[in-house]
């Protein structure tokens, strides 16, 4: 995020004397420029300019000589014969280090209360036995430079800055502005579509169109005077540059279209850049490196123009701006080689002209081989407009989100490119005492901005403010558009030809011209409508389904939890056989996390790290479910991406739909522990696979759907083979055949060696829930299914049936449900019996009916219900009633 030290605007635009970063906030948010924080001052607490009156040396046992100074420090100083240290002067005792300053030496003293940057807090302490009410300060210290080796002596400091020949200040006096640290720097948060306030430039003008303060523009020579001798132009005898034919444009667009290369001879390798320049990068939260860097660095905050320097004796003419070679390798500033893309444009030089050696990642990151070292004398300054796209793709390709392609990916100002290199050449003459070459470089190929025609009430439609043709004219014209009127439209609409400037590479039509007048207008003019709400609309039939299924879930006690649909080897400790479809899952082209890079094909694959992961904390019972998508991608037709020049046709649309993978709605649930904890009512009693059946159950209850449990025909994965449900919806009869119903869910406990692989404790229980046969059955009926209340008494009857091992008892209970018709309310397993009283290879399953209708039932209509299902179960199921 940029960040803006007030003086440093001050220059640019009225900034009225005593803004605080606060106010400077408030000014900027009302244009669309949002505070990110304040950044407080380097150095807080009392920082003054004080005059060493003595200077006693006293070497240390361990061959140390220290000094112990009194400074006077204005009105900071103790008074005379009851300070710290016997003494009659008027000063403070400090001890120090540092043998660089003598008597009668101005230097910076931080006194008891001051905070120097790291938050080391200065205290009056006793030390070398003496107590020192205070520290003299160097450069280092106050974090202003990286010299530690002495203190500052501020005649030395001020003429080594720039400031030779003022006048000492007095003791005493405030030194935080004296060295610019007092300052606080406020953090905005740029929107994609504002690049050009990734500069002091662009800021100032906005903070010009929230308050009406005058604005200088820093790139225009009659504002400012920054250019006496002008802009040069290009010139046939320029430094040569070759701007390669693009054979991979993006979107139709050239990777580069200007390219202004600039030379500077005779630099003093020596040369420091000047403090206020190093103050300033400072404070935008920039490492001062050396003078050509950080000009063009300066110039990049300052314009929003990045720049790059080249060592010249290090290049080999041309330049050549091209796309990399396949397999190209790049060494960067970073010191890591890293190997280009295709699609990657880069800045090279060869002697041939066809560019044999990649020297920067253009636009992102420059390269190491002709790198700005401290011996470079010669350099090239180079100034060009990249493509967006391509300069952004490349960032995130090699993960370099640098401060040069945070600026370039938003779009720069195509007639900035000159006028930055004017101003970095200029810098580099006046502090490095270097000479310019006059011959300059500028190949221009942008085309001009078309203008666009809008109707003059555009922003009025989607505001709902009549702000006028001629307020509307007012407002686009301090933006820096040209307005003109363009006649009406067909309709009798009054219509304008406007043209966007240069810096405003995202105004491209109406509703961004709109959003333009809306914002300088004030947004608070826009008026609040609450919309009324229509009647006899609400949630479908689908989503109060799914609403009724979390409602179930969590009154059945378990928690909900989401988690990523990112899933990686967990298909291999669930066990899934490799033939299984589950592992046919959709693998992503740039993955959150390379070891997550496929979608989940059901929900218990990333619900069991949830589970897993409180297990490992500590939460020994847990009981978590999710409703969530899953990902199939069987039948998925890959489909070419269509690009954004135009919309898509209808075959497009259809190939795009083709290419998107079935996403069913699916419940996954988890179930580790204990379901009741042990304790003085009772024993407890720990989840079990019937508890994942009968959530299953709960969830079809809710929703109305009649379902039918049995076990599998065969075991799978991950479940336990002799502890696992399959779930069906009910079967339907077609003529004289039973057909099943289809397959909603399995449930049941995970296979101990799956638990095991997966981290949970053995007998972990789990269920996984296809909601989409269960709501589409849901939404045929159109409404959501719910049982009557009778307030007739219900009728109760017990029936106990003998029938093979081998048959399941689900086939029982459907049997007994079916014969005793619409009068059963509820059927209920609720005892198996194996014995030798009914024989070796049988079983005896108890039923109890509870039967009700819209009358008082008769012995005579229970006992026939009973009748009907002794026999309908001896037919199908060779069953005997039980004596």
């Known amino acids: 995020m940029p960040y803006v030290p007030i003086e440093w605007l001050r220059e640019h635009v009225d900034v009225p004397a005593g803004t605080t970063a606060e106010q400077l ?21 009392p920082l003054v300019v004080g005059k060493v009156l003595t200077r006693e040396a006293t070497p240390q046992s361990n061959g140390k000589v220290i000094n112990y100074c009194r400074v ?14 016997p003494s009659d002067l008027p000063s403070r005792g400090i001890v120090c280090g540092a043998h660089n300053f003598d008597v009668g030496d101005s230097v910076v003293v931080s006194l008891p209360g001051a905070v120097l940057p790291g938050d080391f807090a200065i205290a009056a302490r006793k030390t070398y036995g003496h107590v020192s009410d205070g520290m003299i300060c160097s450069a280092r210290e106050l974090g202003i430079g990286e010299d530690h080796s002495g ?22 006096t405030n030194a935080l502005g004296l060295l610019g640290l007092g300052d606080e720097v406020l953090e905005i948060n740029i929107t994609p579509d504002r690049g050009y306030c990734f500069s002091m430039r662009g800021v100032a003008r906005e903070y010009s169109h929230a308050t009406g303060a005058r604005f200088r523009d820093p790139a225009n020579g009659t504002d400012t005077g920054l250019f006496p001798n002008g802009v040069a132009g290009a010139s046939e005898d320029g430094f040569p540059v070759v701007v390669a034919e693009d054979p991979r444009p993006v979107h139709g667009r050239p990777g580069c279209d200007r390219y202004v290369a600039r030379v500077v001879r005779g630099i003093d390798p020596s040369a420091q850049s000047p403090q206020w320049m190093r103050e300033r990068l400072t404070a935008a939260g920039m490492r001062p490196i050396s003078l050509a860097v950080d000009v063009t660095n300066y110039v990049m905050l300052d314009l929003g123009q990045p720049l790059h320097a080249f060592d010249l004796g290090r290049l080999s003419a041309p330049v050549v701006v091209r796309r990399a070679r396949p397999g190209e390798t790049l060494t960067f500033l970073d010191e890591v080689t890293r190997t280009l893309d295709a699609e990657d444009l880069v800045i090279s030089d060869s002697p041939d002209g066809e560019g044999s050696r990649a020297l920067v990642l253009a636009g992102v990151f420059g390269g190491a081989d002709t790198e700005v070292s401290d011996t470079t004398t010669d350099v090239l300054i180079e100034a060009a407009h990249f493509d967006a796209v391509s300069v952004a793709r490349s960032a995130r390709r090699h993960r370099l989100p640098t401060e ?107 509703a961004h011209l709109a959003e333009e007048v809306a914002r300088l207008d004030g947004y608070d003019r826009i008026p609040v409508t609450v919309p009324t709400a229509p009647a006899g609309t609400g949630l479908s039939v689908r989503q109060r389904a799914r609403r009724e299924v979390v409602r179930a879930l969590t009154g059945a006690g378990l928690t909900q939890v989401l988690s990523y649909p990112f899933v990686g080897d967990v298909h291999e400790r669930l066990e899934i056989p490799a033939s299984d479809p589950r592992r046919r899952a959709l693998r992503l082209a740039n993955p959150l996390q ?64 083709a290419g998107i993978p079935y996403q069913p709605a699916h419940v996954g649930v988890v179930l580790v522990g204990a379901r009741e904890r042990p304790g003085v009512l009772g024993t407890g009693r720990a989840w ?196």
């Open 25 to 45: 906030a408030a000014d900027l948010v009302r244009v669309g420029l949002e505070e990110e924080r304040v950044v407080p001052p380097a150095v807080t607490g």
């Open 72 to 85: 006077d420090v204005g009105e900071h100083n103790d008074a005379p014969g009851t300070g710290k240290e």
């Open 151 to 172: 203190i500052i002596v501020l005649d030395r400091w001020l003429a080594e800055h720039g400031h030779d020949g003022e006048e000492l200040p007095a003791p005493g």
């Open 404 to 510: 040069s392609s945070k600026r370039n990916e938003r779009g720069v100002d195509t007639a900035l490119a000159p006028v930055a290199a004017q101003r970095a050449v200029d810098l580099l003459v006046e502090y490095g005492g270097g000479t310019a070459d006059e011959a300059a470089t500028d190949i221009d190929r942008t085309e001009a901005v078309g203008p666009m025609v809008v109707r003059a009430d555009a922003a009025e439609r989607l505001t709902g403010v009549a702000y006028g043709t001629e307020r509307v004219t007012e407002l686009l014209r301090t933006i820096g558009c040209t307005v003109v009127g363009a006649g009406q439209d067909e309709e009798g609409h009054e219509l304008l030809r406007v043209t966007a400037p240069t810096w405003r590479p995202d105004l491209v039509g109406a």
């Open 594 to 657: 390379d070891e997550a890079p496929l979608m989940r094909t059901s929900v218990i694959d990333s619900l069991v790290d949830t589970a897993r992961r409180n297990v490992s904390r500590g939460l020994e019972d847990v009981a978590v479910y999710e409703v969530g998508a899953v990902t199939l991608p069987e039948g998925t037709v890959p489909a070419p991406v269509p690009g954004t020049l135009r919309r898509p046709t209808e075959e497009e649309v259809r190939g795009l739909e």
């Open 688 to 883: 079990d696979w019937a508890d994942a059946v009968e959530i299953v159950r709960t969830v079809a209850a809710a929703l109305g759907v009649a379902v039918e449990v049995r076990s599998p025909e065969q075991p799978c994965a991950p479940w336990h083979p002799g502890r696992t449900a399959e779930i069906r919806l009910k079967a339907v009869r077609r003529g004289k055949e039973l057909v099943a119903g289809e397959v909603v869910a399995h449930a049941g406990e995970l296979h101990p060696r799956v638990a095991r692989g997966l981290g949970l404790p053995a007998r972990a229980c789990a269920a996984e829930i296809d909601l989409e046969p269960l709501l589409a059955a849901v939404e045929e009926a159109g409404v959501l299914q719910v049982s009557p209340v009778l307030t007739f008494p219900p009728a109760k009857e017990d029936v106990a049936l003998v029938v093979d091992e081998a048959v399941p008892a689900c086939q029982v209970e459907a049997v007994v449900r079916q014969a005793a018709g619409d009068l059963v309310e509820e059927v209920r397993l609720f005892d198996v019996f194996r014995g030798e009283q009914i024989g070796e290879g049988r079983k005896s399953l108890t039923f109890s009916l509870r039967l009700r209708a819209g009358r008082t039932l008769t012995a005579e209509e229970t006992a026939g219900v009973r009748k009907r299902i002794v026999k309908q179960a001896s037919k199908r199921l060779g069953a005997e009633l039980r004596g």
